[in-house]
């Protein structure tokens, strides 16, 4: 049964993680009427799904959502673990009393004359803008490589700790963050083969989460201005060394080796003809956009992205995408880039409403 047309908002906005409620706190501030829809049955977003010792890139000071700085992380490094994020996520969206309706997961955006018909699990919405934050973590990517392994196999969204793997020899694969942080959690209790693309690039020691997104936000600014791109910071490294993954470096336990050509049914095979036999693979191979909502709105591109200016759709611009990586803002797949682009996004839709 479909909701009452009486039941309208300005904005919806679909998801309540870091983008969601940055999303909610510059609606507000902005004057404008919103309900936030977000489909997991408690506060913390994807950060609920966090492996046991998964690191921010940043001491607290710089990890933190507008308004309310992250609380200190009392341990020695200072980088706070993914249940120190939940905790301050959900601290947050009480502090300024978002208008949060869970478990409510959406199902469709689709157009409804002048406004936009949001259908989700715990009714509809009619909107005058939609604001899109549903991340990627649910969305988890696996190449195709050729061939059938027998033993087990995950992604970094399924990885709770080194526990289960214990004893266990074990392919790490990806040379992203994911897959040095987790390649390091195995090390002291598996035997971990770590398979990457290129050669691991770390950045330097002292880069660290602030450092990115001012890398980031320059490299914005300079293709804006029509500037050579320096590819931002892709051209500083792809690992940013927390203390966990800086510790396992240096006592040489992450030695990566080439990405294999194919599997079998014992484990991974080189180029080469090189075997190894495996319990277990685990694929830190990153995320895609999580936007199946937004399939009704014939948006999508080649890329699996939709064409934007700043975080509006170029071809619906009743549409908004928040937090899922460069392309909707510099760094905004972050705690500490992410407010820039809703504060954007917030005062877009706050100017077409008149308020």
């Known amino acids: ?36 829809l977000d489909a997991q049955t408690e506060p913390g977003g994807a950060w609920t799904r966090g492996w046991d010792s998964l ?8 990890s933190s959502l507008p308004g309310r700085p992250m609380p200190p992380f009392r341990a020695d490094d200072g980088y706070p673990t993914a249940g120190h994020v939940v905790d301050y996520l959900a601290d947050y969206e009480k502090r300024y009393d978002l208008p949060i309706i869970r478990p409510a997961r959406v199902r469709e955006v689709r157009p409804d004359g002048e406004r936009l018909r949001v259908v989700s699990d715990a009714g509809e919405w009619s909107a005058r803008f939609v604001l899109s934050a549903t991340g990627t973590w ?7 490589v050729p061939g059938t ?48 693309r290129r050669a691991p690039r770390y950045l330097p020691d002292h880069i ?8 980031a936000t320059r490299r914005k600014q300079a293709l804006d201005k029509g500037e050579a791109d320096d590819a931002g910071v892709a051209g500083l490294g ?15 336990l992450l030695v990566a080796r080439p990405m294999f050509a194919r599997l079998d049914d014992t484990g991974p095979v080189w180029a ?11 694929w830190c191979t990153g995320f895609r956009p999580a936007l199946s909502h937004l399939t009704p709105l014939r948006l999508r591109t080649e890329n699996g992205h939709i064409a934007t200016v700043g975080t509006r759709a170029v071809d619906e611009p009743r549409l908004h995408l928040l937090g899922y990586g460069d392309w909707t803002g510099p760094a905004s797949a972050t705690l500490i ?3 820039p682009t809703a504060r954007a996004a917030a005062r877009e839709v706050a100017d077409s409403l008149g308020s």
């Open 55 to 62: 690191r921010l890139f940043s001491p607290a000071r710089h």
């Open 337 to 339: 880039g992410v407010g």
């Open 272 to 282: 080469d003809g090189t075997r190894e036999a495996v319990d277990a693979i685990i």
């Open 138 to 144: 649910w969305r988890p990517f696996i190449p195709a």
């Open 238 to 252: 792809d690992i940013v060394a927390v203390p966990p993954v800086r510790q396992a470096r240096d006592r040489g």
């Open 149 to 196: 392994f027998g033993g087990r196999q995950s992604h970094t969204a399924g990885y709770r700790g080194p526990a289960e793997f214990a004893g266990a020899r074990v392919v790490v694969v990806g040379g992203g963050n994911s897959g040095a942080q987790i390649a390091a959690d195995l090390a002291a209790s598996a035997e971990v083969l770590w398979a990457t």
């Open 208 to 215: 660290d989460g602030r450092a990115l997104f001012d890398v």
């Open 1 to 36: 049964m479909e909701r009452n047309v009486a039941d309208q908002v300005s904005a919806v906005v679909i998801g309540a993680g870091q983008a969601g409620l940055a999303a909610g706190f510059h609606l507000r501030r902005a004057g404008v009427d919103f309900v936030i």
